[in-house]
């Protein structure tokens, strides 16, 4: 079993901290006023830097390099967005540490703010996610009235402050440059990169923008040291990393491992509570819908940046949907070309066009009117949108559809000459 | 909703964004929280209150899922159909839903215009999948058929809330 080992504040004390007595109880703001009173933002930024930590919405992008790509210079305000847009199909983490623990966000994105000189925030949440947006209207409330936002931050000279905005149902707002979009009070389509938003982001200034669970690890980065938290797991992808996982398990949820340390099978059977009896594993999106499927045959892979990579998928979101041998992976791929069709934010053709392709070849087969040269004429379109588009959106409907086509092809050719039953979907109650 | 109205929701935010045009999501946002969706008229009222032409207003409104520019029921029942949820019974949640409503099984109004039953892409509550959300309140699950149908009912029995927030 692995050993569990805890940089999110509400796991350590295995209850809810939605009360600012009970985040300050567990460590909480110690980070932040040792910040503000006792190192320069340079420093703070230097220690983001030094522990390795990688973005936790996707990209994995080293969150210190990040930020130090915002100018000093700027005449423009710098500007910290916290993603919180949470729409990859199978991760649910952000809201877990939204709901059970919105303080230490808070003191990620004021550390975060002071770091690069911003004074003004926003979280950008999904439209879904109006009861988490109340409990962070909430906490930004509560943060504000006992000094740790507002003018002179903890009584120091640092002035922040927090803006919710809720986002109106849009998986493209995700996006980082479709956010700033939605932010801006646009339609959310994604930007043409460069420029970044660290030196174009927001209304034009530098901006930093990180993923809910990347921030919320900065309190303790601070308070315990970035040498502490580079130590946890492998060099290049330090720290702990939330799993949501779902699907055909029978303990679903979200699991916060050590990077490196647990393989993918420990997460499924051990942790997530395995499969039902008489069911063998079929497949795996580890890191949210948008990544290349894995099969059984991958299951011992250690879950980091580099170890699922080298398996030929990415760490993603780790939003983990897990399928058994119920399940039927033309169907699967189906919903999720589906999904993307839906999501597509129109701007660029190839995902435009390509996405409704994508979905109606592969209806046609689930239909049972599929024919063999469907597989080709798949494979010559996935090479027309990926790689195509303005942002990853496109690269990521291919990469699940392309891989299960590679790695289930008897699947597809099975479905493609008999049919595809609709599967009984699993109905057991999840086990404690 | 009037300009007043939507004056009176956004003045209290305005100085925390550098562009104005940043308010008009937050004041649809608003606007739909009286009849569920957006009319012309809500259409206008926000251009007036943001300062921004109708046209635009409405540009913005288009693209995102949760605005709606035709009519919906009072309470608006989300079925998430994402792989998670699939995997567990969305399609035949929705199916049974739509059954149990006489709609077809794509979704659509009530004919007394109490329900709306929509598929819905990734909820993030796969956790408690198959889930369904009911307007933008928090999402449920996992919920069998019957249960889905249950909810729906005593929805419908139920007296909307004041604000309508999808």
């Known amino acids: ?432 | 909703m009037t300009a007043d109205q939507l004056h009176a929701h956004i003045e209290p935010i305005r100085h925390e964004f550098a562009d104005p045009r940043s308010l008009v999501l937050p004041a649809l946002k608003f606007a739909q929280t009286e009849k569920g969706h957006l009319t012309e008229a809500d259409l206008a009222a926000v251009a007036e209150a943001t300062g921004f032409s109708q046209a635009y207003v409405e540009s913005v409104a288009t693209f995102y899922d949760r605005l709606y520019l035709q009519p919906v029921g009072r309470r608006v029942v989300s079925v998430c159909v994402t792989l998670s949820c699939m995997l567990r019974g969305s399609d035949e949640v929705l199916e049974h839903v739509c059954d149990h409503l006489g709609l077809d099984h794509h979704g659509g109004n009530t004919a007394d215009g109490a329900i709306t039953v929509q598929e819905a892409q990734c909820l993030g509550a796969c956790d408690r999948a198959p889930c369904i959300q009911v307007d933008a309140e928090n999402s449920v699950g996992p919920l069998t058929p019957e249960d889905a149908a249950r909810l729906v009912d005593e929805l419908r029995d139920a007296p909307a809330p004041a604000e309508l927030w999808r």
């Open chain 1, 1 to 432: 079993m692995p050993v569990m080992h805890s940089v999110y504040r509400h796991r350590e004390a295995g209850a809810p901290l939605t009360d600012l007595a009970a985040y300050e109880a567990a460590s909480g703001y110690v980070a932040l006023k040792h910040a503000l009173a006792t190192m320069q933002p340079d420093e703070v930024l230097y220690q983001f830097h030094r522990s390795g930590l990688r973005g936790r919405g996707g990209a994995g992008f080293p969150m210190g390099r990040k930020a130090s790509f915002l100018p000093k210079d700027s005449p423009m305000p710098a500007y910290v967005v916290c993603n919180a847009d949470e729409s990859e199909p199978g991760t649910f983490k952000d809201r877990e540490i939204i709901e059970h623990n919105p303080f230490q966000l808070l003191e990620g994105i004021i550390l975060a703010a002071y770091a690069v000189g911003s004074h003004r925030a926003y979280v950008y949440i999904r439209g879904e996610y109006e009861h988490q947006a109340r409990v962070l209207d909430a906490a930004v409330a509560r943060a504000r009235e006992a000094g740790y936002l507002g003018d002179g931050v903890c009584g120091s000279a640092f002035d922040c402050d927090v803006t919710v905005y809720r986002g109106a149902g849009a998986y493209i707002c995700g996006e980082e440059t479709g956010l700033l979009e939605s932010l801006e009070g646009k339609r959310g389509q994604p930007r043409l990169k460069p420029p970044f938003p660290a030196v174009a982001g927001l209304y034009g200034s530098p901006t930093l923008i990180n993923n809910v669970e990347t921030l919320s690890a900065l309190p303790p980065i601070i308070d315990q040291g970035a040498d502490w938290y580079a130590a946890i797991g492998p060099e290049k992808s330090p720290g702990t990393k939330i799993f949501s996982v779902s699907g055909h398990v029978l303990r679903p949820g979200n699991y916060e491992v050590v990077m490196g340390e647990t393989t993918l099978r420990e997460l499924v059977y051990d942790l997530a509570g395995g499969l039902r009896p008489g069911h063998a594993f079929k497949a795996c999106w580890v890191g949210g819908s948008s990544v290349p499927v894995l099969g059984e045959e991958h299951l011992d892979t250690p879950l980091d940046y580099e170890s699922l990579q080298a398996a030929g998928t990415f760490l993603g979101s780790g939003g983990c949907i897990v399928m058994d041998d119920s399940g039927c992976i033309v169907r699967a791929s189906l919903r999720l070309a589906h999904f993307y069709r839906h999501e597509s934010c129109g701007k660029c053709s190839p995902c435009r066009e390509g996405t409704n392709w994508m979905e109606k070849i592969l209806q046609r087969v689930v239909d049972g009117d599929g024919r063999i040269e469907d597989l080709e004429l798949l494979e010559s379109l996935f090479s027309r949108i990926s790689g195509k588009t303005l942002c990853a959106l496109a690269d990521g409907a291919v990469a699940p559809i392309q891989s299960a086509i590679r790695l289930f092809r008897d699947d597809f050719v099975r479905v493609i000459e008999h049919g595809s039953p609709r599967p009984e979907p699993m109905t057991e109650a999840a086990v404690a």
